[in-house]
Structure formats: C-alpha cells, structure tokens
C-alpha cells in the first residue's frame, strides 16, 4: 500500500507543481501593470532631466542607483521614489547622513510627493513633476 502511494506521489507532484506554474505565469502575463505616466524628476543646479520609469526609483551618489547625483552632500544610497495606489511617496533610506526635505520639511521616513514639490538633500534640489 505505501508502495502504491509512493509511486503515485513521484508522478502527481511533479504533474502538481507544473499546474500550479502554469497558472503562476498565466496570472503574472494577464495582468499589465499601470503606466507611470510622465513622470520626472529635475536637478535644479544643472537643469538635467530624469524620467521615472519603474515603480521604485533609488537615488544617491551610488552608481547602483538608478539617478545618480554625484554632489559631496549626498549619500551613496539617499532616498527612494515609490509609486503606490494612492500616490507617489520618497523613503529615506536608513543609514544616510543629510537630511532629506520635501518643501522645505524634513523627512524622518517617508512623505507624499505631489506634482511641482521640491526636493532637497545635500545642498541639491530637485523638482518632482507628475504632468
């Protein structure tokens, strides 16, 4: 009998876990996310123009980053730009040292970006457009 459940097991959970993929994939590939729109950032200083195209966008003086501000005043990994339901937000990310503002107010651990609000860290502002 366990000879029997044995064998039968070798064969259906294989068959079980390929199913259950299938269905992963299929949900993952019918479902489009949102589009992002026409959404940038801009560096007051030098004028240079960074769109934002993915849900989650790390700035820093860092080349890992995905905008790169190479100023003394800021840190290698600075804040993150996320894109929620509700809204767009700026994180900081633990461990930098200048003090990152949104309209002039510091940020402990996040705050809500609205189109035109200005962000500054470091000596930089930058410009957050929605539109």
Not at 24 to 29: D, P, V, Y
Not at 34 to 58: H, K, M
Not at 60 to 73: A, Q, T
Request: proline share 3%; with cysteine; aromatic share 6%.
């Amino acid at each position: 009998m366990t000879d029997d459940i044995t064998a039968l097991s070798r064969y259906l959970l294989p068959i079980l876990a390929l199913v259950i993929l299938g269905l992963c994939l299929f949900a993952l590939l019918k479902r489009k996310p949102q589009a992002l729109g026409n959404v940038r950032i801009i560096n007051q200083i030098t004028g240079d123009i960074f769109p934002i195209t993915a849900r989650e966008t790390s700035l820093g003086r860092s080349k890992d980053c995905d905008i790169v501000l190479n100023y003394p005043g800021i840190s290698r990994y600075q804040a993150v730009i996320i894109c929620k339901k509700d809204g767009w937000y700026i994180n900081t990310v633990g461990g930098s040292e200048a003090v990152l503002k949104v309209n002039g107010k510091a940020v402990e651990k996040t705050s809500l970006l609205a189109d035109g609000n200005e962000i500054s860290c470091g000596g930089v502002k930058l410009r957050f457009l929605v539109k």
